[in-house]
């Protein structure tokens, strides 16, 4: 089945770091990828829609210039998260969906831990 | 503004119980509905997907069953094992915005 790979699986850094963030699909193209932020114990909520070859949509309340995603190829979005801060500790996942098929579901990475110091 | 709630947050069973997991959403507009099972630290791992114009989905022990008209899903899970032991998320695809909005999640133990 179709496989989404996110990398790195944890990371662990210092504040005032950036971070950066792959998520790639494997097996088919993804005109649009989705970045999602979760804490804990609580649900996914969408951070911003990256769109191949545009710019990201982003949800209101996320910040752009904190949150930078790229999507230069249809199998690769990136979340950069600049001068991170203990607060932007969390889980980040990403999914993918098919471009062929706008039907099937979309297809989840295994997610990102991120830990600031 | 699509809302999507679960109910129960936590649920702990027996071995070998028949349990549902509730969900409920606030627009009927939806294209489909998720379930997904997610472990502790990990990832999505998509369970269930039901199309806007189906009524439900099956897949092994799992039953999904959506009615758009009251704004609810549910999943069965039957002849419960440890290894179920998770937490259970639903997702709606909203027409409208196209986006994925998730509830809050049942947690499940399943107890040997």
């Known amino acids: 089945g179709a496989v989404v790979s996110q990398h790195p699986s944890r990371v662990i850094c210092k504040s005032g770091t950036s971070v950066k963030i792959e998520c790639r699909s494997l097996d088919f193209q993804a005109t649009t990828m989705f970045w999602y932020r979760q804490f804990p114990k609580q649900s996914l909520m969408l951070m911003a829609t990256s769109n191949e070859g545009s710019k990201a949509t982003y949800e209101q309340g996320v910040e752009k210039d904190k949150f930078l995603i790229n999507h230069a190829s249809l199998t690769l979005s990136t979340l950069t998260v600049t001068s991170a801060h203990p607060e932007d500790s969390s889980f980040y996942i990403c999914?993918?969906?098919?471009?062929?098929?706008?039907?099937?579901?979309?297809?989840f990475g295994d997610g990102t831990r991120l830990s600031i110091l | 503004k699509q809302e999507v709630t679960q109910i129960p947050a936590a649920l702990s069973v027996p071995e070998g119980e028949n349990l549902v997991l509730n969900c409920s959403f606030t627009?009927?507009?939806?294209?489909?509905l998720q379930w997904f099972r997610q472990d502790p630290g990990k990832g999505l791992t998509s369970l269930l997907l039901i199309q806007s114009s189906q009524r439900e989905q099956t897949s092994g022990r799992l039953n999904a069953s959506l009615d758009k008209s009251s704004g609810r899903s549910t999943l069965y899970i039957a002849a419960s094992q440890p290894g179920d032991s998770a937490t259970y998320l639903c997702?709606?695809?909203?027409?409208?915005?196209?986006?994925?909005?998730f509830g809050q999640g049942t947690t499940l133990q399943v107890k040997p």
């Open positions: 997702a709606a695809i909203s027409s409208n915005t196209g986006k994925l909005i």
């Open positions: 627009d009927s507009a939806i294209y489909n």
């Open positions: 999914s993918a969906r098919d471009r062929r098929d706008s039907n099937q579901p979309q297809h």
